[in-house]
């Protein structure tokens, strides 16, 4: 299994920026792609950022497109999300999300516990 460890929320004033980690652990044999998610109150959780394992693309939601941006650590199994020219509306729990491949060869989903960001004067 996989184990992720967000880390980095904050809170932030608007115009600010943070940078979110996580960090895989645990027994797989191999990360396929890595999701950063987001949910605020009363709302629906929101895509925000992908990246896979390998090559160069990423996936960049709409809302925080020219914004954000995600990268990833492949030696340290880390996926980061740097987050400039925040918004009130960014303030959500954002949350860590990987698809990985266990030790029998088998595709699995995981998510981290989340951390908090929250935009405000």
């Known amino acids: 299994q996989v184990q992720l460890v967000e880390s980095g929320g904050d809170l932030v004033q608007p115009g600010g920026s943070l940078r979110l980690s996580c960090v895989a652990s645990g027994s797989f044999v191999n990360i396929n792609r890595m999701i950063w998610w987001r949910q605020a109150p009363g709302k629906e959780r929101e895509f925000v950022a992908g990246i896979p394992w390998s090559g160069n693309t990423t996936f960049i939601g709409q809302s925080v497109e020219g914004r954000f941006t995600i990268t990833r650590d492949n030696t340290k199994k880390a996926v980061f999300l740097q987050m400039s020219s925040l918004k009130p509306e960014d303030t959500a729990t954002y949350y860590c999300?990987?698809?990985?491949?266990?030790?029998?060869?088998?595709?699995?989903?995981?998510w981290g516990q989340g951390t908090q960001v929250t935009v405000s004067s």
């Open positions: 999300n990987a698809e990985a491949i266990d030790l029998s060869g088998r595709r699995f989903e995981t």
